[in-house]
């Protein structure tokens, strides 16, 4: 069994900043990629950032420049700097992960965690 728990969101005001971690835990072999997707109410869910193993990061356009991605491989653990926050990132944040068990990759999913920015 593979487990995605996300922490850190909640309310701030605009202009400020949160960090979201997300721990993987379970029979992991190797964690391919890390990513965060968030999804606002009645819009579907999008990509935030992703990160692979190595290190290499993309980002959604709109968040270029305020968020940025980062991992600790060594504690199956991604983090999500978010900086300058606006009333439209508020959202579930999700924590998603590709993770090999043996030779078998599969998509995993934490919960989420809600992130409002509102004045």
């Known amino acids: 069994q593979v487990q995605l728990v996300e922490s850190g969101g909640g309310l701030v005001q605009p202009g400020e900043s949160l960090r979201l971690s997300c721990v993987a835990s379970?029979?992991?072999?190797?964690?391919?990629?890390m990513a965060w997707y968030r999804q606002a109410p009645g819009k579907e869910r999008e990509l935030v950032a992703r990160i692979t193993s190595g290190g290499s990061t993309n980002e959604a356009d709109s968040v270029k420049g305020r968020f940025t991605i980062s991992r600790d491989n060594a504690r199956n653990t991604v983090y999500l700097q978010m900086n300058s926050l606006k009333p439209e990132d508020t959202a579930v944040y999700f924590c998603n992960a590709v993770i090999l068990i043996g030779m078998t990759g599969a998509n995993y999913w934490g919960r989420g965690t809600q992130v409002t920015v509102s004045s």
């Open positions: 379970g029979s992991i072999s190797s964690i391919l990629i």
